[in-house]
């Protein structure tokens, strides 16, 4: 169980797949402007890494490994996350069609969100059993969302703020996030 809680701890708070490891940086960006559409983002990333984690790593290890065809993974889970992509955009548009206008182009992205593959690329490398690939996908997505929710957050706030010209945009926000990030390796010292 302990192992678990650090596994959770380090993929959300220390090793933050946006903010350490810099995958996933098109939606962060992208859909930070505002907090509830971020928060839509969050959740959808987190139901396809945490799926998406579980569904690869049983093809891994049932198929991949047993016909010694581990030279097909990046194709194969690319094609996994794919479909959990389609399944969750066909669900928010029918069922929360202004959260699904709300992400409109960025949906899409998340089948080529670097995160998604990268965390079940690394549940590979690492030889995480099932259990703890999902504990990891799991507290990646946790930490995308944080990141993001709290990056709009911000991005709401400023919008009100005076910033000089040249800062108006994007360099206010990668500043935001360079600080951001800064403020995250805090959490290293908890592992």
């Known amino acids: 169980m302990k192992e678990m809680i650090l596994v959770l701890i380090g993929a959300a708070l220390v090793n933050n797949v946006v903010l350490s490891q810099f995958l996933g940086i098109c939606p962060f960006l992208g859909v930070s402007k505002r907090t509830k559409t971020a928060a839509g983002m969050g959740g959808a990333v987190i139901f396809v ?13 049932v198929l991949l490994v047993n016909f010694k065809l581990e030279y097909l993974q990046t194709i194969v889970f690319i094609l996994v996350i794919a479909a959990l992509v ?12 202004s959260l699904y206008e709300a992400l409109g182009v960025y949906l899409p992205l998340i089948t080529t969100n670097c995160a998604v593959l990268g965390v079940a690329l690394t549940n590979v490398q690492m030889n995480y059993s099932f259990i703890k690939s999902i ?3 799991f507290g990646t997505a946790v930490g995308f969302t944080v990141a993001i929710v709290i990056l709009a957050g911000i991005r709401e706030r ?6 000089p010209s040249a800062f108006r945009g994007m360099p206010i926000v990668l500043i935001t996030a360079g600080l951001m990030s800064i403020a995250f390796m805090g959490f290293a010292g908890l592992i």
């Open 49 to 61: 890494i945490t799926i998406a984690s579980a569904l690869t790593w049983i093809i891994n290890k």
């Open 86 to 97: 389609q399944l969750i955009e066909m669900f928010l548009k029918k069922y929360s069609h």
């Open 135 to 137: 504990v990891n996908g």
């Open 158 to 163: 400023i919008e009100y703020n005076e910033v």
